[in-house]
């Protein structure tokens, strides 16, 4: 088990300038970008650690669809189980100092005006899913990139699990994602439904929304 110190990378630093333009530059081509090795191998261990922990603790709990008062549990449409970031342990710090230097630096080429983000850690067990959906209604603005980055250091194509995204209108998939350790996928969130294809195995990720905060809108 790697410790939080031997991560090469100071937190400075973090983003590879490469790694950043090559997802500035397929968002603003493609509007969504895959990066395999985003993370380091030592870096995900860590997280997939953390997130162990955390389920041990209890914090997780069944993830539903909509937010407060229209927030309900679908087990037909997602059956994971999710636990928010709150930057509680160093982990969690060093993954939010790397989330707040990525959306200055998309912020800064695309001029997305991203000022907030929220992070949370999912784990699906063998048999669940989520079924495809958007993650922001069109015109509200209300989260306007996601990302998710997967943890999964042994995954085989039999595990299944991939992340499937479609474009705005058809079915024909435009990317299948193995959820890989390192991997990340990033997309803007009122444009791409996507889905969770059935887990065989104990499937880890984190998934990040960057935001405008509301009383900032334009
Ligand atoms: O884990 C993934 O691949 C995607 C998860 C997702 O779409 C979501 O949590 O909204
Ligand atoms: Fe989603």
Known sequence: MPSIDSIEAPPANFLSQEATDQICMALYTEGWAVLEQFL?????????????????QGCFHRAGIGR????????DIRSDRICWLEGETDTQTLFLQLLEQLMTAVNRRLFLGMNHFEAMYA???PGQFYKKHLDSFRGQRNRIMTLVFYLNPN???E???EFVLYPEEGDQAI?????KAGTVAAFLSE????????????RHSIAVWFRIRENEFP
Do not use: N
């Open 40 to 56: 380091s191998s030592d870096f995900v261990a860590l997280l997939q650690q953390d997130l162990m922990v955390l389920d041990e």
């Open 68 to 75: 407060e008062q229209q927030f309900v549990l679908r087990d």
């Open 123 to 125: 784990i699906y067990e």
């Open 155 to 157: 995954w085989q194509p």
């Open 159 to 161: 595990d299944g699990g």
């Open 175 to 179: 990317a299948t994602v193995a959820p």
């Open 191 to 202: 444009e791409f439904p996507h889905e969770v294809l059935t887990s065989q195995a104990t």
